[in-house]
């Protein structure tokens, strides 16, 4: 009897063929796709709540520190908050007051005095306290270097504030970091089943958009600006 025939191993190309749905040596799976998009869910809520705790963040550093906080405690004291019609009068007058002490030229450390007695009648009061911030620092500016970082302090607080809830840049970036978690990835590489065609069409995704724009716009201009 002669030598029996060796048995040659198919290759693929030039690597040694392997089942895609193991690993080298009959392994474990070396990418399960169930396991990469619970992955990415995972991912995409921890940015999402890190964008949210930077939001609340910039809100309790840039607003008023004479804010009250209230019953409700720390987190609802970050929803607006309606300031009393007599004070939210008084503190309006103010602020006409130091815009025309401000206007006369030579009173800029009075109309510094009226912006900041606004701020601290109605804290709540998100415009009110923006625009009695941007004239302050326009007084500074005319009573010279001296006041330099009462300026600089009042640019800080505002551009804060301005970052805080109400800023659209975080419910977009929410937008996008939920939608990575909700909306499943395209397998790649699965041509197995090939997809049915689809009609063409307005996706259902833009309407849940204009929806949530609507709602935002409602909400900042109901509450987060009028309060």
């Known amino acids: 009897e002669g030598t029996p025939p060796r048995r040659r191993r198919r290759r693929c190309g030039r690597s040694w063929r392997c089942d895609a749905s193991t690993g080298a040596g009959g392994g474990p799976p070396s990418s399960d796709p169930g396991e990469k998009i619970g992955r990415r869910r995972a991912l995409a809520v921890l940015e999402t709540a890190g964008e949210a ?3 609340c963040t910039f809100e309790l550093v840039g607003r008023p520190s004479n804010l009250p906080v209230g019953d409700g405690g ?5 929803l607006p908050q309606r300031a009393p019609p007599d004070v939210l009068e008084r503190a ?3 602020v006409q007051e130091g815009e025309r002490l401000l206007d006369e030229g030579d009173a800029a450390a009075e109309a510094a005095a009226e912006f900041g007695r606004a701020i601290e009648l109605a804290p709540e009061k998100y415009k009110l306290v923006q625009k009695a911030r941007l004239m302050r620092m326009k007084a500074y500016g005319q009573l010279g270097s001296d006041y330099a970082p009462q300026k600089g302090e009042d640019f800080r607080s505002a551009w804060l504030w301005g ?6 840049g975080w419910y977009i970036l929410g937008y996008i970091f939920l939608r ?11 041509e197995s089943t090939p997809e049915p065609p689809q009609k063409a069409g307005i996706p259902l995704e833009w ?3 204009v929806v949530l ?3 935002y716009n409602y909400l900042l201009f109901t509450y987060g600006l009028e309060y």
């Open 53 to 55: 705790a930077a939001a």
């Open 213 to 215: 724009a609507i709602t």
């Open 74 to 78: 720390l987190l609802l004291s970050l």
């Open 180 to 190: 990575r978690a909700f909306v499943v990835p395209e397998i790649e590489g699965n």
């Open 163 to 168: 970052r805080g809830i109400r800023w659209p």
């Open 92 to 94: 309006e007058a103010c």
């Open 207 to 209: 309407f849940l958009v």
